[in-house]
Antibody
């Protein structure tokens, strides 16, 4: 059974930092690209960051609103994906989802597994 | 960036209705186009990938089509469990982008 379990969401003050984790099981984590997607309560989905598999160079891309503030990383032996959030703004308040992106080589270009989400609240 | 314009943003329907949701992309993307369903309080679920391929376990009342920049999702004979939000997504180039979503409500 595939599972993606996020943790780390919390209440944090503007300007603060937080690290989200996502532990994965049920598929070969090292062979897939991974992404983070967020959803502001009551709003739509926003892709934030993607990290390719090491086979594909581990290349990282970010959405413009978070580039320079958020850092995606992965620890393949631990089957864990991370998102370091820094310089947080009230507009970053959202549910953050860990998502299985495509397989190495770009195969299966869709998000077929999602975590349950972790809530980040940025407020003074 | 590829912009995804989804319509309508919401619609009211009854069980048994046929509904269609459309999504227009700002540029072509081959078959790198997907649809997701999201129910309140839950994570999105992949519904259809690669324009028209139903994900495993998705009922056949769901179908999708399209090419170039115009894509559609159709639900024939809407069921109670289909009242949810639906999002289109392009997976052609980063930033991966989603449509604004369509919320299907009970009429």
């Amino acid at each position: 059974e595939v599972q993606l379990v996020e943790s780390g969401g919390d209440l944090v003050k503007p300007g603060g930092s937080l690290r989200l984790s996502c532990v994965v099981s049920g598929f070969d984590f090292s062979d897939v690209w991974m992404s983070w997607v967020r959803q502001i309560p009551g709003k739509g989905l926003e892709w934030l960051a993607r990290i390719k598999s090491k086979t594909d160079g581990g290349t990282i891309d970010y959405a413009a609103p978070v580039r320079g503030r958020f850092t995606i990383s992965r620890d393949d032996p631990k089957n864990t994906l991370y998102l370091q959030l820094s310089s947080l703004e009230t507009e970053d308040t959202a549910v953050y989802y860990c998502v299985k992106d495509r397989k190495s080589g770009g195969r299966d270009p869709f998000f077929d597994y999602w975590g349950q989400g972790t809530l980040v609240t940025v407020s003074s | 960036d590829i912009q995804m314009t989804q319509s309508p943003s919401s619609l009211s329907a009854s069980v048994g209705d046929k509904i269609t949701i459309t999504c227009r992309a700002s540029q072509t993307m081959s078959t790198y186009f997907n649809w997701y369903q999201q129910k309140p309080g839950k994570a999105p679920k992949l519904l259809i990938h690669s324009v028209s391929t139903l994900q495993s376990g998705v009922p056949s009342r769901f179908s999708a089509s399209g090419s170039g920049t115009d894509f559609t999702l159709t639900i024939t004979s809407l069921q109670p469990e289909d009242f949810a939000s639906y999002y289109c997504q392009q997976a052609y180039s980063t930033p991966w982008t989603f449509g604004q979503g369509t919320n299907i409500e009970v009429k």
